[in-house]
């Protein structure tokens, strides 16, 4: 079963600054996923991505998928309160069961 | 469109005890999911329904059983509780569309606590 890590664990920052967390696996992604879950809820889908080396933008959110297809990162820029939330990437291992990191915790205080 | 609803919201119940959870998925997905979340953890996949089937299982227990109505909504079942088996349990849903194969869509979860 692939095992996906996740850095850092905690993160806690200003309103305004910029923030990369990462997703790494020791073997190849077939796809990734990337979640933000609020307190209470389930996670919720940001973006998928699938080609090595692909970057996706959503507002922003600057997602990135390693060439290689074992690491991605999501890139913060000027963080608000409402980006406070666990950030989860998650793979779909090939088809067979989606597979978890443990998460990035991330504040951002006004 | 309705999304993925889940019932109860919370649950307490005590050790040895049975539960049973509910989840409805989203319009147009055919295929449940369930996982389980332990605080300040990410989920673990328990398994997956498709045509009122099991296709895929986690490293979890016997005591852990589903399935999967015709409606293709879903049952997660419980027994013999145990303190360890208090979390957040999440239920997913998505399609075997090959164009839509890496979505799935949650629910809010069921909150359930064993004393």
């Known amino acids: 079963t692939q095992l996906l890590e996740q850095s850092p664990q905690f993160l806690s920052i200003q309103e305004g600054e910029n923030l990369t967390v990462y997703c790494n696996s020791s073997?190849?992604?077939?796809?990734l996923q990337w979640y933000r879950q609020e307190p209470g809820e389930g996670p919720v889908l940001l973006v998928t991505v699938v080609t090595g080396g692909e970057v996706k933008k959503l507002k922003r959110l600057t997602f990135q998928f390693g060439d290689a297809r074992k690491d991605s990162s999501l890139h913060i820029t000027a963080a608000q309160p409402g980006d406070t939330g666990l950030y989860l990437c998650?793979?779909?291992?090939?088809?067979?069961?989606?597979?978890f990191g443990p998460g990035t915790r991330l504040s951002v205080l006004p | 469109d309705a999304g993925v609803t889940q019932s109860p919201t919370h649950l307490i119940k005590t050790r040895g005890q049975q539960v049973t959870l509910r989840c409805s998925p989203k319009?147009?997905?055919?295929?449940v999911s369930w996982y389980q979340q332990a605080l300040g953890q990410g989920p673990q996949f328990i398994f997956q329904y498709y045509e009122e089937e099991e296709r895929q299982r986690g490293n979890f227990p016997d005591r852990f059983s589903g399935h999967q109505f015709p409606n293709y909504s879903s049952e997660l079942n419980v027994n013999a509780l145990l303190l360890g088996d208090s979390a957040l349990y999440l239920c997913a849903s998505s399609t075997f569309d090959r164009g839509s194969r890496y979505e799935q869509y949650f629910g809010p979860g069921t909150r359930l606590t064993v004393t």
């Open positions: 998650a793979s779909d291992n090939y088809g067979q069961n989606f597979v």
């Open positions: 073997s190849v992604f077939s796809s």
């Open positions: 319009s147009g997905h055919d295929t």
